[in-house]
C-alpha cells in the first residue's frame, strides 16, 4: 500500500545550526507534500507545503524540495531556535485513494541553546 | 479561524466499554478524519469521511466505527474498548478544492484500562 518513510527519527542540533528532514513516499501519483509540526501538548500545525509541479519552495527559515523522480522530498529548517523544538511530520496526497494524507512517523528535533 | 473541537481532552474507560469520540468544526467542511497518533509510528488514518453519511475505511479500521450524521459532527466509536486503543486520537477537516491543509483538533488521549 501507500507509504511515507521519514528520517531521522529524532534529530539534536545546536541553536544557529541547520535541520534537514528527509521523507520518500511510495504512490507516485502523489501530488501535495505538506509538513506539520506538531509542539508538545498541542496539534499538529501546517507550516510549509509543496505541490508536485514545483521543485522547491521557502519561507522564511523553512524551505522544503521535492525530487519526483527519487520520490523524495525534504524540509530544511536553517539558524535554528529553541521554540524550533518540536515533532515534525511530513506527508504525501496523492488523487488514488480519495483524500486520503498518509503521514511519515514523525522526527523528533531538540535544538540545544 | 478554523475551529476543531474534541469531546474531550483526556478520557479513562474500562475494558470492553463503548466508547464515543466527538468531533465538531465550525468551518463547513467536507471532509473529516480520525487519526490516532502513537510513538514511532505517526499519525494513522482510522476512518474519514466526505460528505455527510458518508464514510471511508482507512488503514486501521478494525475495532472502530464512525458516524457523520451532520456535516459539522463525526464521531469516533470503539464499540468494545481494548487496552490496544490506548492511544491520542486526532480528528482532522479539510475542504474541497485546492486548499488541501487539514485543521487538527486539540487531541483525546484515551486510556484503556
Known amino acids: 500500500g501507500e507509504n511515507v518513510e521519514q528520517h531521522p527519527s529524532t534529530l539534536s542540533v545546536q541553536e544557529g545550526d541547520s535541520a534537514v528532514i528527509k521523507c520518500t513516499y511510495s504512490d507516485s501519483a502523489s501530488n501535495y507534500f505538506p509538513w506539520y509540526k506538531q509542539e508538545l501538548g498541542k496539534r499538529p500545525q501546517l507550516i510549509i507545503d509543496?505541490?508536485?509541479?514545483?521543485g522547491e519552495k521557502k519561507d522564511q527559515r523553512i524551505a522544503v524540495t521535492l525530487n519526483k523522480t527519487a520520490k523524495h522530498f525534504s524540509l530544511h529548517i536553517t539558524e535554528t531556535q529553541p521554540e524550533d523544538s518540536a515533532v515534525y511530520f511530513c506527508?504525501?496526497?496523492?488523487?488514488?485513494?480519495?483524500?486520503?494524507?498518509?503521514f511519515g512517523a514523525g522526527t523528533r528535533l531538540f535544538v540545544k541553546a | 479561524d478554523v475551529k476543531v473541537t474534541q469531546s474531550s481532552r483526556y478520557l479513562v474507560k474500562r475494558t470492553g466499554e463503548k466508547v464515543f469520540l466527538e468531533c465538531v468544526q465550525d468551518?463547513?467542511?467536507?471532509?473529516m478524519f480520525w487519526y490516532r497518533q502513537d510513538p514511532g509510528l505517526g499519525l494513522r488514518l482510522i476512518y474519514f469521511s466526505y460528505d455527510v453519511k458518508m464514510k471511508e475505511k482507512g488503514d486501521i479500521p478494525e475495532g472502530y466505527s464512525v458516524s457523520r450524521e451532520k456535516k459539522e459532527r463525526f464521531s469516533l466509536i470503539l464499540e468494545s474498548a481494548s487496552t490496544n486503543q490506548t492511544s491520542m486520537y486526532l480528528c482532522a477537516t479539510t475542504t474541497v478544492g485546492s486548499a488541501y491543509e487539514q485543521y487538527f483538533g486539540p487531541g483525546t488521549r484515551l486510556t484503556v484500562t
Open positions: 468551518m463547513d467542511h467536507e471532509n
Open positions: 506527508a504525501a496526497r496523492g488523487p488514488r485513494g480519495g483524500f486520503k494524507t498518509i
Open positions: 509543496i505541490r508536485s509541479n514545483v
